[in-house]
């Protein structure tokens, strides 16, 4: 499972981040923030093709030595990253691909709650609870 | 008569999601507008009342149901064809008190809260507090004063909503009721 989720903001500011263990927060933290360069490198690269293949998962954005990176795009130019172990090789990119999904559902329903301002952080504790049941659960 | 006939069977459907978030963004501006949690209340209620006064036509114009011989038959309406006919839900009757004066409606899943989590600093809201109103103004209409208020909320964590009904008079006064 992920040891981190984040969800950027249209205009790449974070809107949610959660890491576990929390000691690791700041690396956690740097990750995600790299890993904006290579979701917008990504978006460009794709560009019509994308936009035709309605394809919003973006795979692999790049592994490092401990973890992998991965990333998701909405229609509304949302990202949502996550980061798991790469020591967790049971994860298949399938699995990947419906959390994030999950994720996806979870955020548009945070949306539709009349008192969420769209741009301020997510403090919502459904998505609190889905988002712990994607993370690493620490001993 | 046929007119009759065709309004019995008019479709008015709408997209639950714009019922639910329109509905949100009612409560979200009244709490703009008003400076504590009683005031929205109260307001809610009050819209409640307009709404029911007039949806009661519209309710014994489609449904077909004669008049109620006591509150026991009234509360089965409410339940079974009141809620089933507007909201697409039938709350269970309960909790009827000795003297048959009083019960509770629970409801399962409430339309109006589908995406709601409410906020730390609106801890005395009653978010559906419009649906006893409505709930006020149109047995008022078919002359029963009676008080409809929230005691459980699954907003507030409890594990179901529910609202208890009380019966007060029956109204002998034959003036139109006004607006309040």
Not at chain 2, 35 to 47: F, I, S, W
Request: hydrophobic content about 40%.
């Amino acid at each position: 499972m992920a040891v981190c989720i984040a969800v950027i903001a249209k205009e790449n500011y974070p809107l949610y981040i959660r890491s576990t263990p929390t000691e690791n927060e700041l690396k956690f933290h740097y990750m995600v923030h790299t890993s904006l360069d290579v979701v917008d490198e990504k978006i460009s690269a794709m560009g019509k093709a994308l936009v035709d293949q309605r394809e919003l998962y973006l795979g692999l954005l790049y592994p490092t030595e401990d973890y992998k990176v991965y990333g998701y795009v909405t229609n509304s130019k949302v990202k949502f990253v996550m980061v798991v172990d790469s020591s967790n090789t049971a994860l298949r990119d399938n699995e990947i691909r419906s959390m994030f999904r999950k994720l996806h559902n979870s955020y548009t329903d945070v949306m539709c709650n009349p008192f969420y301002n769209p741009g301020d952080r997510i403090q919502s504790r459904a998505f609190d609870t889905m988002v712990t049941s994607m993370m690493v659960q620490v001993c | 008569m046929s007119r009759q006939a065709n309004r019995g069977t008019e479709s008015k459907k709408m997209s639950s999601e714009l019922f639910t978030l329109t509905y949100g963004a009612l409560v979200t501006q009244l709490c703009k507008d008003y400076e504590n949690d009683e005031d929205v209340n109260k307001q809610l209620d009050r819209m409640g009342y307009n709404i029911g006064v007039r949806l009661i036509e519209d309710f014994l114009a489609r449904s077909n149901v004669g008049r109620c011989h006591d509150f026991r038959e009234t509360a089965d309406v409410i339940a079974k064809v009141a809620f089933k006919m507007y909201l697409g839900i039938t709350p269970s009757i309960t909790n009827w008190s000795p003297a048959g004066d009083e019960f509770s409606l629970i409801l399962e899943n409430n339309p109006l809260v589908d995406f709601v989590e409410l906020p730390d600093n609106h801890s005395a809201l009653i978010y559906s507090n419009l649906l006893c109103g409505v709930l006020r103004g149109a047995l008022e209409m078919v002359q029963m004063a009676v008080e409809a208020k929230f005691v459980q909320d699954t907003l507030k964590g409890d594990g179901v909503t529910e609202i208890r009904m009380r019966f007060i008079r029956r109204i002998e006064d034959n003036l139109p009721a006004g607006e309040e």
